[in-house]
Structures are given as structure tokens and as C-alpha cells.
């Protein structure tokens, strides 16, 4: 049986991905510190799987993990992803985001553990302002917070230790990730999580800029896909972005969103954030070369998400 660790399994895309392996077949381990992933989100398969509630810092805790695991597959989700935060508490975060991974790396490869795909997931924060478009794997990166200097870092550390150790690692570049159980609890939440809960309880949303901005929206689903087919069928050491490969004006997301949930959202304009990117799509012709095919149009994968959201 396929052993498989998910580090952030608890979250919003490490929970949907433990479900898709757990339906698999694959034996699932999870290790989340619930620190920004919620043991809810593993209810359904809470008999199914092995879950431990530790932060990915303590060494002594992952080498003794990692060695009587006998991984096949790690997934290495486990990240404070608030940017914010980043910016707020850089020491701390950068322990997570980045020294953790170095140190599972490092453990990999001084006890040659026999894992058949080591994936880390990095985001397209790592691209900052540049203007390069749409964003290549090979486009220039301009990180320009403590959250994307560390994940370019870790991302860096994970494709080199692959071509140096001879170890089996791909990292990967999310864009904008939305779907059920995304966390709508802090200003900077993913922007479709905001609106879901303003919609559902009839609260104001605050509208930055005028709408127009764009953004690479990509179902949460899609991207299990896609994690997937990257860990196991590809064994190129290298990055891909993960992406629908379309741009759509916010306002435009919010006026479909609109339409599926049957009500009007409460709209509030203020000022563009300082830094906002006004314009985000990714070539995603990397991750199409391997096969894989986004299933989810932005109108399906909205439908699902409000249709989760009123029932739970
Ligand atoms: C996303 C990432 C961020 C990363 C950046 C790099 C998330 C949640 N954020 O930011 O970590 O640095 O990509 O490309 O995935 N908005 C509103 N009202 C709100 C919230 C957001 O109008 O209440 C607007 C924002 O100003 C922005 C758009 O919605 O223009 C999308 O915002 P968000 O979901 O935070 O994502 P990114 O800005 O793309």
C-alpha cells in the first residue's frame, strides 16, 4: 500500500488532498499543528487515516516520523500562509516556511529514505510586481515579503536538493486556490472566501480597487488533481505552476457568484491595496505538457463551493 505524508493536511488544500488519497487507496499520515488547518476538515475520514497534532518545527519529532514512516509520497503543505503574518512575525514564520523543509530535506538525505516523490508547495507570490505575462515557470521572481522570500527559498532548496542528492523532488507555484474550507477568517484571506461568507450572512464586502484587477482562479479540486499527476507522473526536478491558465476580473467572479448564490452582495469600494497586482494570469503550458486538464470551469467550481457553504 502507498504510504503517503501530508504535512498541513488539515487545511483547506491539504484536507481535500488526504481525501482524494484516502479514496485512492493510499495509507494517509497527516501532521498539522491546527495552528490554520481545522481537525474538522478530516471528519469524513477521520477513521481512515493517522493524524498528528505537532508543528513541523520539532526536528526530533520529524526525524522519528520520517524514519519509521516508510513514505512513499510527501506532500509538504504545512506553511503560515498569511502573508501578513509574515511581515508581522518573520523570524517565526520563516522557521516554518522555510527551515522545516530544509531540515525534512536534510533528513531525506542523510538517511537516504527511499520516497518515491518529495513535492513542496510554493506560491506565485514569488513573482511579486514583475511584468513579465502571463507568468512562466521561467519568468523573473521578485519576492517582496518574508512569506515569498521563504517560499522561493524552500522552493529553490527543494529542486536543487533533487539535482545534487539525486532525490525525487518537484515544487510547485499555487495561484489563486478557491474552494470549500478555505479559511474567510482574516482580511487577507483568499478573496472568494470573503465573498462566500459576506454572501451567506448578508455582510458588507469590502471591494479594494475597482473590480477590475484580475486574477488566476483555480478550483481546489483542480489542484489535488494536479498535485497528484505532479508527484506521480512526472520526474522532471523542476517547478510548475498551478493555474487555470485564464484571467477574470474580480468583478466579474463576484457578478457570477451572484447569479449561483441568488442574492445581491452588499458591495463597498475603498482604495486599491498598496501593492495589489492589477493584472494575474499563469502559463500553465508546463503543467498541460504532463496532461493535466482543469475540470472545474469558474462557474462549476462556484456552484459547488456556495452549494458546500449552504449546507455546512
Ligand atoms: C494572492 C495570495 C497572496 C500572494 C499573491 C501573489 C491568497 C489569499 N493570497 O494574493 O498570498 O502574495 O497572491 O500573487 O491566495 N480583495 C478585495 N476584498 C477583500 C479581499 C481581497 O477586494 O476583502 C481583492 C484584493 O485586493 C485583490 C483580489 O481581491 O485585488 C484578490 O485578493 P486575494 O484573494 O487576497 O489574492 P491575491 O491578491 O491575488
Redesign the pocket.
Given at each position: 500500500m502507498t504510504k503517503v505524508l501530508i504535512t498541513g493536511g488539515a487545511g483547506f488544500i491539504g484536507s481535500f488532498l488526504a481525501h482524494k488519497l484516502v479514496a485512492n487507496g493510499d495509507k494517509v499520515i497527516v501532521v498539522d499543528d491546527l495552528s490554520m488547518g481545522r481537525l474538522e476538515n478530516l471528519t469524513d475520514i477521520k477513521d481512515e487515516i493517522v493524524f498528528y497534532k505537532h508543528t513541523v518545527c520539532d526536528e526530533q519529532f520529524m526525524h522519528d516520523l520520517l524514519l519509521k514512516g516508510n513514505f512513499d509520497y510527501i506532500y509538504y503543505l504545512a506553511a503560515v500562509?498569511s502573508?501578513a503574518d509574515s511581515v508581522v512575525r518573520p523570524w517565526y514564520t520563516h522557521l516554518v516556511n522555510q527551515e522545516s523543509v530544509v531540515n525534512t530535506l536534510e533528513f531525506i538525505r542523510t538517511n537516504h529514505l527511499p520516497i518515491k516523490k518529495f513535492l513542496f508547495t510554493s506560491?506565485?507570490?514569488v513573482?511579486g510586481n514583475t511584468a513579465d505575462f502571463p507568468k512562466t515557470e521561467n519568468s523573473h521572481v521578485d519576492p517582496l515579503?518574508p512569506?515569498?522570500i521563504d517560499k522561493y527559498a524552500s522552493e529553490r532548496y527543494t529542486v536543487d536538493y533533487g539535482r545534487l542528492y539525486d532525490i525525487p523532488t518537484v515544487a510547485v507555484r499555487f495561484?489563486?486556490?478557491y474552494g470549500p474550507r478555505q479559511n474567510p477568517n482574516s482580511?487577507?484571506?483568499?478573496?472568494?472566501s470573503?465573498v462566500t461568507k459576506c454572501l451567506k450572512e448578508n455582510k458588507p464586502?469590502?471591494?479594494?480597487?475597482d473590480g477590475s484587477?484580475t486574477?488566476d482562479f483555480i478550483y481546489v479540486e483542480d489542484v489535488v488533481d494536479a498535485l497528484i499527476k505532479i508527484s506521480t507522473e512526472t520526474d522532471e526536478l523542476t517547478v510548475y505552476n498551478i493555474a487555470n491558465g485564464d484571467e477574470t476580473p474580480?468583478i466579474d467572479v463576484i457578478r457570477t457568484y451572484e447569479n449561483i448564490a441568488g442574492s445581491k452582495l452588499n458591495i463597498i469600494k475603498k482604495e486599491?491595496?498598496l501593492g495589489?497586482?492589477s493584472k494575474?494570469r499563469a502559463d500553465v503550458s508546463k503543467l498541460k505538457s504532463i496532461g493535466f486538464k482543469p475540470q472545474w470551469s469558474l462557474h462549476d467550481g462556484l456552484t459547488n463551493y456556495w452549494k458546500y457553504y449552504s449546507k455546512n
Open positions: 500562509s502573508v506560491s506565485a507570490a513573482y515579503t512569506y515569498a495561484f489563486n486556490v482580511e487577507y484571506s483568499g478573496v472568494l470573503i464586502f469590502t471591494l479594494y480597487g484587477q486574477r474580480l486599491a491595496r495589489d497586482i494575474s
